[in-house]
């Protein structure tokens, strides 16, 4: 076994356990980016030169071009109110005796955005007098939450740019527009990673891992002259990357300098079919 072979096999290794302890992973993008690392750090045609990294990662999940934009498409960073409004069926007020909502069929129903998340909250009321009562401050507070309320925090997607780097704000975009004919999708201000997003109150804070990291250089992939890979943090990965000078072992076209310490992502298979 070379040392590329030995190195990229350790690299894999590392990328796998990794995925598998990030518990916002749906299988789908669990399943793209486990293929992306094989083909990049594993895959014995890895060294083609001929043969570009997506088309040779759709090949290894056996899909279309069209699967593969459904799979950018399901990550891309967005706020999904239906993925954390829990707000029970039926009438919200409280009833004054019993430890309860009432929980009455909904006459009267509107949605309110949180000041601090921007998120949704859907309430709902019967047309008892003592529960449009409680109902008319929430309504009064609720008619003007949008204007006050920030850009809502995303709470879906965001997980291929936590492994690998590419220019992800075209590609969301695209894919958008060719799996959800949406050509209006605007990247969300807190950024494309899922990391990068703010704690939601009351939510527990995601741990950031450390990523490992795949630099490359004028197009090629440059690994550093050690045994194995090194877990590093997103500041020293950046700190190191200025420091290192590092030699160019094995040549990969399709890949644009990597910042993070994440592995790096493929730039064709551009059309749906």
């Not at 006459?107 to 449009?132: I, K, V």
Request: hydrophobic content about 35%; aromatic content about 8%.
């Amino acid at each position: 076994m070379s040392p590329d072979d030995r190195d990229g096999m350790l690299r894999y290794d590392e990328l796998t356990s990794r995925v598998y302890t990030e518990t916002r992973m749906p299988a789908g993008t669990r399943d793209l980016i486990l293929a992306l690392g094989w083909v990049t750090l594993r895959d014995p045609r890895r060294h083609n030169p001929a043969e570009g990294i997506w088309v040779r990662t759709r090949d290894v999940l056996n899909a279309d071009n069209k699967r593969m934009w459904q799979l950018v498409a399901d990550d891309v960073p967005r706020y999904d109110s239906e993925l954390h409004d829990k707000s029970p069926m039926g009438c919200q007020a409280p009833m004054v005796r019993a430890k309860r909502l009432c929980g009455r069929s909904t006459m009267h129903g509107f949605s309110e955005r949180d000041p601090a998340t921007g998120w949704l909250r859907y309430w709902g009321f019967c047309n008892r007098p003592r529960c449009r009562e409680y109902m008319a401050p929430i309504w009064e507070r609720a008619k003007d939450s949008r204007k006050r309320a920030p850009e809502p925090i995303p709470n879906a997607g965001g997980l291929l740019p936590l492994f690998f780097s590419w220019n992800w704000e075209s590609k969301y975009s695209k894919a958008m527009e060719l799996i959800k004919y949406r050509s209006t999708w605007e990247p969300p201000t807190y950024g494309l990673s899922a990391d990068e997003w703010p704690s939601v109150p009351g939510a527990e804070p995601v741990k950031a891992f450390p990523k490992l990291r795949l630099a490359t250089s004028g197009g090629d992939v440059v690994v550093a002259k050690e045994s194995g890979p090194t877990l590093v943090t997103a500041n020293a990965a950046q700190a190191s990357a200025a420091r290192s000078n590092l030699l160019a072992e094995l040549r990969r076209t399709q890949f644009s300098v990597v910042n993070l310490p994440r592995q790096t992502s493929p730039s064709k298979g551009d059309q749906v079919t």
